[in-house]
């Protein structure tokens, strides 16, 4: 049998509360790629942490080609060979595009960079960038771009790394368009004929069987299954049933039984470069799914509704009166709320605990005397939605950049749901978010809709597909679809969002 590139061996890694990895076994072969799935907190970043030297595991051993190693700083990893991009990619955001890629490759400059060497890093640079081609401004600061654009600088961080024998790729594609996956597959193939082998965390299903040549399933921090994916028999279900350790029922809950009073009603919204002549009506009981791919123009539809993006033209109407939302704050007065799709973008986390996220929109609900937080009111209520959403963390008051990135989603969810509004947005609601875990927030948006106007918006066809009642597809900044969803099979809708037709 041919050498193993790497092979780790019952890595146990325990923080406060959680045993995150519990005698964890993964190994790579020489130019394959290796998914690792897993529920959210299963402990697959935890893994690629302590491979990337940014943990040290309590147990376990590690070997590469062979020989068994210490990982002990991240520095040591990338002697070694390794190459991460981590799920939440750490960038100086005042810094440009090159020097965020070639950050900490130049120690004997120490993190600066004289304006002599600037030629040669462009030089590098570009030459990275015609093995990964990518439009980006390098020369921008990061802070400036968009999540696409940060995740490719981070893939082109771990690409320029010139010593690198495996890569990690840790849920790259999350936010990537297909247009950019198309560019990433493109060069994980390549980096296999050289005899790259590549770790990749996704919870894309169909991605899997597109690029790895194995997977691993990981349960509780611990190996519960690896096979090649073109074994017999492993589709979708299989594999979900591997995650969860059950069978999938049906994810999506039962349709709106008919449709309520009419709540938000939007004429010919309109915002120059993103969209135009958008008009729905939102109701209470009946979901309206709004489809589109990245690009298509959901994302400034979002902001613009929640007062984010200023509008071109157009009315908002809710309950009956016309209402001007020019921030989020006003949007949220009107009783509008949007749940965001980036939680890291967007900055609707903060460094702080679990409960402060869930109440931060929603004060007034947990405010005692004065302006003092009624400290225990807001345990409770945290609790009750820790419980309610299956929040895999040890207590309300853990730091919520401590949860594993699902989680943190579902947080993100709470949060919005812990509001007190009359019309709910859900962009792009379980990015990141375990098949289990899907489950129990679309009973939760379907159980709102009974009371509320609940608007799902997204680029997952199937997903927009499988909650919503009434179907709305944009394509290029226009309505192309808008039809309630009885009448829509999920292929025409899909089909309609890739080009723009009717779709038969
Ligand atoms: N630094 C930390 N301190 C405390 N707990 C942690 C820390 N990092 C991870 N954990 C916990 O360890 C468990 C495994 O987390 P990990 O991030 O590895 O999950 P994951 O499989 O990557 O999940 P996801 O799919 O949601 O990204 C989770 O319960 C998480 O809350
Ligand atoms: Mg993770």
């Given at each position: 049998?041919?050498?193993?590139?790497?092979?780790?061996?019952?890595?146990?890694?325990?923080?406060?509360?959680?045993?995150?990895?519990?005698?964890?076994?993964?190994?790579?072969?020489?130019?394959?790629?290796?998914?690792?799935?897993?529920?959210?907190?299963?402990?697959?970043?935890?893994?690629?942490?302590?491979?990337?030297?940014?943990?040290?595991?309590?147990?376990?051993?590690?070997?590469?080609?062979?020989?068994?190693?210490?990982i002990n700083s991240p520095q040591a990893a990338l002697d070694h060979g390794i190459a991460t991009v981590y799920q939440d990619p750490q960038m100086?955001?005042?810094?440009?595009?090159?020097?965020?890629?070639?950050?900490?490759?130049?120690?004997?400059?120490?993190?600066?960079?004289?304006?002599?060497?600037?030629?040669?890093?462009?030089?590098?640079?570009?030459?990275?960038?015609?093995?990964?081609?990518?439009?980006?401004?390098?020369?921008?600061?990061?802070?400036?771009?968009?999540?696409?654009?940060?995740?490719?600088?981070?893939?082109?961080?771990?690409?320029?790394?010139?010593?690198?024998?495996?890569?990690?790729?840790?849920?790259?594609?999350?936010?990537?368009?297909?247009?950019?996956?198309?560019?990433?597959?493109?060069?994980?193939?390549?980096?296999?004929?050289?005899?790259?082998?590549?770790?990749?965390?996704?919870?894309?299903?169909?991605?899997?069987?597109?690029?790895?040549?194995?997977?691993?399933?990981?349960?509780?921090?611990?190996?519960?299954?690896?096979?090649?994916?073109?074994?017999?028999?492993?589709?979708?279900?299989?594999?979900?049933?591997?995650?969860?350790?059950?069978?999938?029922?049906?994810?999506?809950?039962?349709?709106?039984?008919?449709?309520?009073?009419?709540?938000?009603?939007?004429?010919?919204?309109?915002?120059?470069?993103?969209?135009?002549?958008?008009?729905?009506?939102?109701?209470?009981?009946?979901?309206?799914?709004?489809?589109?791919?990245?690009?298509?123009?959901?994302?400034?539809?979002?902001?613009?509704?929640?007062?984010?993006?200023?509008?071109?033209?157009?009315?908002?109407?809710?309950?009956?009166?016309?209402?001007?939302?020019?921030?989020?704050?006003?949007?949220?007065?009107?009783?509008?709320?949007?749940?965001?799709?980036?939680?890291?973008?967007?900055?609707?986390?903060?460094?702080?605990?679990?409960?402060?996220?869930?109440?931060?929109?929603?004060?007034?609900?947990?405010?005692?005397?004065?302006?003092?937080?009624?400290?225990?009111?807001?345990?409770?209520?945290?609790?009750?939605?820790?419980?309610?959403?299956?929040?895999?963390?040890?207590?309300?008051?853990?730091?919520?950049?401590?949860?594993?990135g699902g989680n943190q989603q579902k947080v993100v969810i709470g949060k919005g749901l812990y509001t007190d509004c009359e019309v709910y947005v859900?962009?792009?609601?379980?990015?990141?978010?375990?098949?289990?875990?899907?489950?129990?927030?679309?009973?939760?948006?379907?159980?709102?809709?009974?009371?509320?106007?609940?608007?799902?918006?997204?680029?997952?066809?199937?997903?927009?597909?499988?909650?919503?009642?009434?179907?709305?597809?944009?394509?290029?900044?226009?309505?192309?679809?808008?039809?309630?969803?009885?009448?829509v099979r999920l292929e025409q809708m899909l089909l309609s969002g890739l080009t723009g037709g009717e779709g038969q």
């Amino acid at each position: 049998m041919e050498e193993l590139t790497l092979q780790m061996t019952g890595i146990v890694k325990e923080f406060p509360g959680v045993r995150a990895l519990d005698g964890a076994d993964f190994d790579l072969a020489p130019g394959e790629v290796h998914a690792l799935l897993g529920i959210n907190g299963a402990g697959k970043s935890t893994l690629i942490k302590v491979l990337s030297g940014v943990y040290q595991a309590d147990a376990g051993r590690i070997s590469l080609n062979g020989r068994d190693i210490k990982i002990n700083s991240p520095q040591a990893a990338l002697d070694h060979g390794i190459a991460t991009v981590y799920q939440d990619p750490q960038m100086i955001g005042s810094f440009t595009g090159y020097e965020n890629i070639f950050l900490g490759a130049e120690s004997d400059s120490a993190g600066l960079f004289p304006r002599i060497r600037r030629r040669a890093l462009r030089a590098r640079a570009s030459e990275l960038l015609e093995r990964f081609p990518v439009d980006i401004d390098l020369s921008r600061p990061v802070g400036e771009l968009s999540a696409v654009e940060k995740e490719s600088i981070a893939i082109l961080r771990a690409l320029s790394r010139e010593n690198m024998s495996v890569l990690v790729l840790d849920e790259p594609t999350s936010i990537l368009t297909r247009r950019e996956i198309d560019v990433l597959f493109a060069q994980i193939r390549m980096l296999k004929e050289r005899g790259i082998s590549i770790i990749y965390i996704t919870h894309r299903l169909d991605e899997v069987f597109e690029i790895a040549d194995r997977l691993t399933v990981f349960r509780d921090g611990e190996n519960v299954a690896t096979c090649s994916t073109s074994d017999e028999g492993l589709d979708h279900a299989r594999i979900a049933e591997l995650m969860l350790d059950r069978e999938l029922s049906n994810v999506y809950p039962p349709k709106g039984v008919a449709p309520g009073a009419d709540v938000l009603s939007v004429r010919g919204l309109a915002r120059a470069g993103g969209f135009d002549e958008v008009s729905f009506t939102a109701k209470r009981g009946w979901i309206l799914g709004v489809f589109g791919l990245v690009g298509s123009g959901i994302d400034e539809l979002c902001k613009t509704l929640f007062g984010v993006l200023g509008r071109t033209g157009g009315t908002t109407e809710i309950n009956g009166r016309t209402v001007a939302l020019k921030s989020p704050s006003d949007a949220i007065a009107a009783g509008l709320f949007l749940v965001p799709g980036d939680r890291r973008a967007e900055g609707q986390i903060s460094d702080e605990s679990v409960s402060f996220n869930v109440i931060l929109s929603n004060m007034a609900r947990v405010a005692g005397l004065g302006f003092l937080i009624n400290r225990r009111a807001e345990r409770r209520d945290a609790a009750a939605m820790v419980e309610e959403l299956d929040i895999k963390t040890p207590d309300v008051a853990e730091d919520v950049s401590l949860l594993s990135g699902g989680n943190q989603q579902k947080v993100v969810i709470g949060k919005g749901l812990y509001t007190d509004c009359e019309v709910y947005v859900f962009q792009e609601p379980t990015v990141g978010v375990d098949v289990g875990a899907k489950a129990g927030i679309y009973e939760m948006i379907r159980k709102l809709s009974a009371e509320k106007a609940v608007i799902v918006v997204g680029s997952d066809c199937e997903e927009v597909y499988g909650l919503c009642d009434h179907a709305m597809v944009l394509h290029q900044g226009r309505v192309v679809m808008d039809k309630p969803a009885s009448e829509v099979r999920l292929e025409q809708m899909l089909l309609s969002g890739l080009t723009g037709g009717e779709g038969q």
